[in-house]
């Protein structure tokens, strides 16, 4: 009987260690992807020149803002010849 219960004894040990070494590996994986994220976070957040391009277009001359060009001589139907 003693030699089932060091044998029951070593493997719920040996599970033990086994859970505590899984535990510190996922505690280091999810550091990872966490600051990975976040960089990828700070990274979407910058604006992209593309975007303030089309975010100034109103400003302009532009099929986007129609409404914009109010000292033209043209209709805002047929603007910059994209009739409508």
């Known amino acids: 009987m003693s030699e089932n219960k060091s044998f029951v004894q070593r493997a719920i040990d040996d599970m033990k260690e ?3 070494e899984q535990h510190r ?12 994220s976040k960089a990828r976070f700070e990274e979407a957040k910058k604006p992209t ?10 400003d302009r001359h532009s ?8 000292d ?3 209709s805002n139907r047929t603007h910059l010849g994209n009739n409508v």
């Not at 020149?49 to 109103?58: G, R, S, V």
């Open 49 to 58: 020149p593309d975007f303030e391009e089309f975010a100034q277009a109103k």
């Open 18 to 20: 086994g859970a505590s």
């Open 25 to 36: 590996i996922d505690r280091e994986n999810y550091a990872a992807i966490k600051a990975d």
């Open 63 to 70: 099929p986007f803002y129609p409404d914009a060009c109010r």
């Open 72 to 74: 033209c001589n043209h």
